[in-house]
Every structure is written in structure tokens, then in C-alpha cells.
């Protein structure tokens, strides 16, 4: 059974720094797209930043590009994503997603429970 654990977040404040981790297990990971996504109470889950399986293609959304690194880990089964330059509209819950359409009986989409991110003023 699929599982993503994010960890990580908390609260910090204007300008500082976070990584958040999201460790997997249950499947291949390294065959899997890697996704983070944010949401804020009330409003649509939000696209942040991407990498594609086996360290291809990575892709930020706007609110990340340029303050935001996404990486991984394949031998830990591991997705991060190093923010900086945090602001308070950062301010979200944060998702992992690991998504695979190629994969045997496919496709996989599966979703992590969250971690909160606070950036004070």
C-alpha cells in the first residue's frame, strides 16, 4: 500500500527557510512524477513545483520559481523541496503527490497527508 509522509513545516518567519521532506513508501518511487502542491483553507490546491521520474523534468509554478527547489532522492525513496525567501502568502498546507501513468496497470495517483507551513510577518 502506497504511503507519503511529508514532514518538515512549521512556523518561521518573513524571509526565512524551510525544507520540507516527503518520505514514501509502497511503491517504485523512482518510476513516479513527483509533485508538491499547497492549498489554503477555502481555496483551490495550488500547483508548486514538479520532477519528473529518475531526476527528469522539474517545473515550478509561479509562486515558487526562483525561491523554491525541488529535488529527490531515489535511493531514500525521498521528495524535498528547500524554500526560501518565505513570505506570507507561502503561508499553506503542503501536499505531496506521486503520480505515474506508464506504470503496470496504471495510472497511479497517490497523495500524502500534508504538512503546515506558517510564515509570520
Known amino acids: 500500500q502506497a504511503q507519503l509522509a511529508e514532514s518538515g513545516g512549521g512556523l518561521v518567519q518573513l524571509g526565512g527557510s524551510l525544507r520540507l521532506s516527503c518520505v514514501t513508501s509502497?511503491?517504485?518511487?523512482?518510476?513516479?512524477?513527483m509533485t508538491w502542491h499547497r492549498q489554503e483553507p477555502g481555496k483551490e490546491r495550488e500547483f508548486v513545483a514538479r520532477?519528473?521520474?529518475?531526476?527528469?523534468?522539474?517545473e515550478y509554478g509561479g509562486s515558487a520559481a526562483g525561491r523554491f527547489t525541488i529535488s529527490r532522492d531515489n535511493a531514500k525513496n525521498t521528495l524535498y523541496l528547500q524554500m526560501s525567501s518565505l513570505k506570507p502568502e507561502d503561508t499553506a498546507t503542503y501536499y505531496c503527490?506521486?503520480?505515474?501513468?506508464?506504470?503496470?496497470?496504471?495510472?497511479?495517483?497517490?497523495w500524502g497527508q500534508g504538512t503546515q507551513v506558517t510564515v509570520s510577518s
Open positions: 503527490n506521486a503520480w505515474c501513468g506508464s506504470c503496470f496497470k496504471g495510472p497511479y495517483d497517490y
Open positions: 520532477i519528473g521520474a529518475s531526476y527528469g523534468l522539474i
Open positions: 509502497g511503491f517504485t518511487f523512482s518510476n513516479y512524477q
